[in-house]
T-cell receptor, first 112, second 114 residues
Framework: SQQGEEDPQALSIQEGENATMNCSYK?????LQWYRQNSGRGLVHLIL?????REKHSGRLRVTLDTSKKSSSLLITASRAADTASYFC????????????FGGGTRLMVKP | NAGVTQTPKFQVLKTGQSMTLQCAQD?????MYWYRQDPGMGLRLIYY???????DKGEVPNGYNVSRLNKREFSLRLESAAPSQTSVYFC?????????????FGDGTRLSIL
């Protein structure tokens, strides 16, 4: 079963707008990671947030983590057509040596 | 710097055929992973190797075997392919296993089984 579940499953916005994706998970974690996947390519690591952090920034990316609600959000500001991709959250699987478990992803389309 | 390289990129098999998917990384990483991704879904872990000489089952290991040939290479074998194994297979690596380690992915092998 998937530990993380992204919401929404698909999102379409205009270039320049902000995009927000959410991830909910079920069990306690020590960190949460976000990845991007361009069409036909492998996943690329974007950012890792630890359980003792509430917010983290990387360029136009802002990630928040609320451990009390078991949820995280990824905000992409001033989106560009090149941001069109699928975005996945990943959490450690406590039953499998902290191997990562990936959610189903949010498909983001940014229209020029 | 190639990162994680997977071969082949595409393959079509008939039911019952066998096949080995190859993966190599040049980042001197200790840990390597095999995932499958089905349409519209996230990745599911098939097998992983926390370090050279060790392998462990992931979430969906049935029908697969793996070999950690050396620190660089981690292969995935389908002994008798089934249509349910039609998927995109991704290899990944990380410095160490689990916890705070980001994973680095190859571009995948697209496998169709008829």
């Amino acid at each position: 079963s998937q530990q993380g579940e992204e919401d929404p499953q698909a999102l379409s916005i205009q270039e320049g707008e902000n995009a927000t994706m959410n991830c909910s998970y079920k069990t306690s974690i020590n960190n949460l990671q976000w990845y991007r996947q361009n069409s036909g390519r492998g996943l690329v690591h974007l950012i890792l947030i630890r359980s003792n952090e509430r917010e983290k920034h990387s360029g136009r990316l802002r990630v928040t983590l609320d451990t009390s609600k078991k949820s995280s959000s990824l905000l992409i500001t001033a989106s560009r057509a090149a941001d069109t991709a699928s975005y996945f959250c990943a959490t450690p699987n406590n039953n499998a040596g902290n191997m990562l478990t990936f959610g189903g992803g949010t498909r983001l389309m940014v229209k020029p | 710097n190639a990162g994680v390289t997977q071969t082949p990129k595409f393959q079509v098999l008939k039911t019952g055929q066998s096949m080995t998917l190859q993966c190599a990384q040049d980042m001197n990483h200790n840990s390597m992973y095999w995932y499958r991704q089905d349409p519209g879904m996230g990745l599911r872990l098939i097998y992983y190797s926390a370090s050279e000489g060790t392998t462990d089952k992931g979430e969906v290991p049935n029908g697969y075997n793996v070999s950690r040939l050396n620190k660089r290479e981690f292969s995935l074998r389908l002994e008798s392919a089934a249509p349910s194994q039609t998927s995109v297979y991704f290899c990944a690596s990380s410095e160490q296993a689990g916890r705070y380690q980001p994973q680095h992915f190859g571009d995948g092998t697209r496998l169709s089984i008829l």
